[in-house]
């Protein structure tokens, strides 16, 4: 138990900050839209044969788009959590284990690394 506090208290401490690969924009209703370009020779292939899309976009919701916007590579995960409690009070709970899956998620997806 001890070793798993320590790890969150460590993990609030990174400062996370967006790929410079991901492109995105603010919708008029003031949502985050991700777009994901499928630029790759395999998937130039892929596209032509099937059809495909060239781009993905990706709908954030409403916190999601709170996060995404405080995300500027000086914040702290710890920081913008306190940004996420003020703005969503109980909405935002479980806060941090939200917080940190939701961080994990983007990183996974090389939408933003951990500094």
Known sequence: M???KKKEENYLDYIPKKSDKI???????????????RDSLFE???????????????????MGSFIWKEI?????IYQI?????DEFKE????LYERLIQYMNILKNNKFIELL
């Open 23 to 37: 492109h995105w924009e603010e919708k008029e209703d003031g949502l985050v839209q991700i777009i994901l370009y």
């Open 91 to 94: 909405e935002a709970e479980p």
């Open 81 to 85: 959590s306190q940004l996420v409690k």
């Open 44 to 62: 130039k292939i892929v596209r032509k044969l099937f059809f495909t899309p060239d781009k993905y976009r990706i709908d954030l919701d409403n």
């Open 2 to 4: 001890f070793n798993k």
């Open 72 to 76: 500027d590579g000086q914040k702290t």
